[in-house]
């Protein structure tokens, strides 16, 4: 679990990093640098007790395990990364019934690839998130820090979907593809399903 303090409000995440962005998404403080921070003025505090500082400390008995919680705390702030920042492009899926428009965000990077949708407290019907890969390969999703339910389309190199399946906030056992394929789509949970959309239809891909 992290905590990351906004410009507006109190964020608390699940666990995991968070990477780079231009823009400024406040810190992020991790529980195992908090903890040790009080662990250390604890400490200093018991020794102290035991007479085993000097007599001449004693004025400084709040001072200094203020000291040792402040090194340890932003210390802790080490691991503080901003989020990634996502180029959006509208995407047109035929389906049977007809095209559907969706504005994407686009993966394209391995960082970008990584943090993904996580830490998003919402996405609505009509947005998505698509994984743009250089080859053909078995891929494998999973749920880490991702807060809102997903489906997500297996794409081949043309364009073509040829698997879906639904994914639950927060479980790490890997959704695979079961053949090779370019591209990954991620939207809410029965987006594919309410659009009217299925296997077999496809995503015009162009220009990525």
Known sequence: MKFCAGRVSLQIFNHGEIRKTTELH?????????????????VFSFVKLRGLIPWYFSKLRIAVPLLFFIVFFFGSLSSCKALEKFEKKELVIEGKAGNVTLTAELAMTEAQREQGLMYRKELKDGEGMLFVFQNDQILSFWMKNTLVP??????????????????????????????????ALEVPQGWFSRAGLGVGDRVEIQDL
Request: proline share 6%; net charge positive; glycine share 8%.
């Open 150 to 183: 997903l489906s997500i389309a297996y794409i081949s190199y043309n364009g073509r979907i040829l698997e879906i399946y639904d994914m639950q906030p927060g479980n790490l056992d890997p959704v695979r593809s079961s053949r090779s394929v370019r591209y």
């Open 26 to 42: 406040g810190v992020v403080l991790s529980p195992f640098g908090i903890v040790w921070s009080f662990k250390a003025a604890l």
